[in-house]
């Protein structure tokens, strides 16, 4: 059974950073494509930012380009981060940690989810 582990969310000022981590834990070897979902209160769950299962490439909402960046980390394939720099009021969600060991890029049919982490920026 996999778990994807998420940690780092909080309460930041709006021009502030955070760093998101999800970590994957319970696979057998299988490198997972990796994502970053947010829920806003009253809305459908939206992609943020992914990494590629085979390739080392990154993608990005519009809304994010250029403020966030997600990553693999620590050696391990199956960890990432999202690094959120200049946060906006805009930017308070849920964010979802997402997982798949078959999809290139990770959607929101993807196979494995956490259990998300608030991120709030205040106006």
């Known amino acids: 059974q996999v778990h994807l582990v998420e940690a780092g969310g909080g309460v930041v000022q709006a021009g502030g950073s955070l760093r998101l981590s999800c970590a994957a834990s319970g696979h057998t070897g299988a490198t997972f494509a990796m994502a970053w979902f947010r829920q806003k209160p009253g809305k459908a769950r939206s992609f943020v930012a992914a990494?590629?299962?085979?390739?080392?490439?990154?993608?990005y909402s519009d809304v994010v380009r250029g403020r966030f960046t997600i990553a693999r980390y620590g050696g391990d394939e199956n960890m990432v981060y999202l690094q959120m720099n200049n946060l906006k009021p805009e930017d308070t969600a849920v964010y979802f940690c997402?997982?798949?060991?078959?999809?290139?890029?990770?959607?929101?049919?993807?196979?494995?989810w956490g259990q998300g982490t608030q991120v709030t920026v205040p106006p």
């Open positions: 990494v590629d299962r085979l390739r080392p490439s990154a993608y």
């Open positions: 997402a997982a798949d060991a078959t999809l290139i890029v990770a959607t929101l049919a993807s196979q494995y």
